[in-house]
């Protein structure tokens, strides 16, 4: 099992920028794939991103693609550039681990078994 804690999150105003982070602990992290999935009040969790355990393969939704960047580092972190935000960018925020090494776009929430407890991003018009 991993640990997560997300951090990061705030308001911005739209067409700004910020950045999240989620640090894990626990079991070796290096070798889960991660992703990044989003809720807004009312609606389900959402895919946002996800990278391979190696930091070399990435997907992203349609609705982030060109804007957002997931990354990590090689130790235990996993970053979420969010760039020209809009108000429907609107969310918690949460990221999640899958301990595998296999790589393929991991959209489903099923698909992830630890999550962190999410931070708030809120994006004004």
């Known amino acids: 099992q991993v640990q997560l804690v997300e951090s990061g999150g705030g308001l911005v105003q739209a067409g700004g920028s910020l950045r999240l982070s989620c640090a894990a602990s626990g079991r070796t992290f290096s070798t889960y794939a991660m992703g990044w999935f989003r809720q807004a009040p009312g609606k389900e969790r959402e895919f946002v991103a996800a990278?391979?355990?190696?930091?070399?393969?990435t997907y992203y939704s349609d609705s982030v693609k060109g804007r957002f960047t997931i990354s990590r580092d090689n130790k235990s972190t996993v970053y979420l550039q969010m760039n020209s935000l809009k108000p429907e960018d609107t969310a918690v925020y949460y990221c999640a681990a899958a301990p595998s090494s296999r790589w393929y776009a991991r959209t489903r929430l099923d698909e992830y078994d630890d999550w962190g407890q999410g931070t708030q991003v809120t994006v004004s018009s």
């Open positions: 990278i391979s355990w190696s930091g070399t393969r």
